[in-house]
């Protein structure tokens, strides 16, 4: 079978290869997901879409009220933005721990995205920050809030012939936020469960805090009871603990479909209780966060 | 497609399938061979190469990628005879083994040096964090960054 390979450097050439996209095609972005699939044999692409020459797609500008992330922005390039550490500390934190330093710089936050694996560290933060996604498709770019670009059964709404341009976050200059995940090691570790939570601070007190669960359903879930992480006691991060547990033991009793993993009926229960132990390190970092300023490069944990 | 790139230093111009992993190309086509295969899926990190001035694992990129970027693989390192300063550290402080990892090993230590001339322990141990020795452990091997560092020439292209 022949293989065509397609780069192009600008838009004009990128919607006319897009449009030659087949069903056994396949967009490469930074290729860290797509290239063992590929060398497995899980896929065999008639055309390979290469979007490493797009410089525009790399870009990450504020525009207005909005921060643009291309989407060929690399995890290492959004962890080391000052705008992003500032103001999307999350997504900062998330990107600084995806992988290893070579995942980092050649994965994509786009690619992340299309992705869509329950496991991944960007999606719960793009729905933390009630961000949208633009697609490039045959009748132009359109824009969706990521919410409704990942489908209730885990897929995304992009269309075979459509790609990912960027990623649009509200600016709140006073809203602030954290990441934590818990992975089987430290680094280089995919997320067991990961915790996204952001909060506005007002007169010493955090308000309107929010937050999101990875890595435990399909989709990242909302975690309602966020607010619980702004009172700063042992009671109240018992019992946001106690919430999320809930929560993952009711995801699990409900789940239809079997584990694609082989786990014992013990690791079935791992997440539930090991829950507990992110709680609180987020709430650590909520309560450290008065004194955390964006610093130099590798300074600190982000 | 015709690819212009420049290898180790030097200006290529190379007609090559855009979508052949960079890996094969660099063992195949360049016969360069120091850089391994090792899991072929970007866990073990043998394959790391310096595009750009960034560690990237070569089993996970394709060719095309390389137009109009610089490459610089471990065969590049060496300079008129002389080793780089990463190479003479890893034999001074017996930080190789069996040799499988260390190519993919010196490339993750050269491109944090590039960036970062003086890291601290935590930062050699999260740029290597992604190469796994299976032998000889790590801490010669941080040792080893640590001394390139310290000699000042380790960030040196």
Redesign the interface.
Known sequence: MS?E?L?PKSWGELKEDLQRLTEKSVI?A???DL??KI??GKKE?DL?L?L??MEELKAIDRQGEWLKIGAMAAH?QASEDPFIRKYFTALAMACSQV?????R??GTLGGSLANASPAGDIMPCIFLYGGKIEILGENGIRSVDAESFLLENGCTLLGRNELITSILLPLEEERKSCFVKLGSRR??TIAQISLCISWKEEDNEKKDMKGFIGAVDIRPVEFEKAYLLGENSEESREEAAAWLADKIRGIRSNRTRESKLKITEAEKLYKERAVKGIVFDAADWIERESTFHTGK??EGKL | ?RLNFVLNGEQKTMEV???K?LLDFIREDLHLTGTKEGC????C?AC?VVLNG????S????A??L??SELLTIEGLEKNGELDAIQKAFIKKSAVQCGFCTSGMVM?AK??LLH?PN??Q??I???I???ICRCSGYREIREAIHEAAASGNGGAV
């Open positions: 293989t390979y780069q490469l930074g290729g860290t290239m063992p060398r497995s692409p390979y290469s490493c020459r290492t992988g290893s330093q070579q995942i710089n050649k680094e280089v490069k590798g | 497609m399938p855009g979508e992993r072929g899926e970007g866990e990190g790391t960034q560690a990237i694992h089993c996970l990129a394709v095309g990628q137009e109009d993750s491109a944090l970062n890291p601290t935590e930062e141990k999260r740029a964090a992604g190469n």
